[in-house]
């Protein structure tokens, strides 16, 4: 995903929910400085390309779906469902998160060599600030949604799950397989609903740009809007 194709969508973001596009690039930057004098992860060395990559979601069916989850190639794993998977058995190749619920598991998986692709957006930076310098930058991947720079990558995505999606399919998956998605959770506050149903619509932008069907929106496509200025080349 190039910034350019993202931007139009970036921006229907930044409209629908009210964010600013200045705090954005001050959380992207004041990211990049706490890295400036380090080397990253280059996410090229997850080697995706061609492979079968799992795409876990924090979702109440998560525990249900393990198997599917240990049987792909890859497995990149948003937030909190890193901590299910581990205590399922099912290791992680990559954590995605914008540190909001559990940090402490991305130092130590920085430490132990997992990458974790580390987002800054407008509201994050004293996570950020706080946890940034605990981790082993040479597996931290640093993300923004905001326009990329030389230290602050953007591969599109806009929650930690279907950033991950959209990780996957820029370092070219074969396949997508999604575990742990609950579009209808009856249990997250209504802010949260609001964004999944954004991820909802980005992964089906997602799915034609692929040409492919991500089983997780069947019986759901015909009431997704489109996302306006989305290019699906």
Known sequence: MEFQTWK??????????????????????????LVAETETYSPAGLELDGK??????AGPSLETETERAAAADAVLAASTAVDRLQAAGVAVDAMVTDLDKNPET???LTESGTPVFVHAHGDNVPAVERWVPAYDAAAVVPTTQAAPTDRVHNFGGFTDGDRAAFTADHF??????FV?????????????REKLQWAERLLHW????????????????????????????
């Open 8 to 33: 139009p969508v970036y921006e229907g973001l930044l409209a629908a929910f009210g964010y600013l596009r200045e705090g954005d690039e001050r959380a992207r930057d004041r990211l990049g400085e």
């Open 52 to 57: 079968t990559v799992a795409i876990a979601g």
């Open 106 to 108: 991305g130092r130590e």
């Open 172 to 177: 070219g998956a074969a396949e997508l397989r």
């Open 180 to 192: 742990g998605w609950d579009f209808e959770d009856p249990d997250v506050p209504p802010e949260k």
């Open 206 to 233: 997602l799915e034609g740009r692929r040409d492919e069907r991500f089983d997780v929106l069947e019986g759901r496509r015909d009431d997704i809007p489109p996302l306006a200025g989305a290019d699906t080349e």
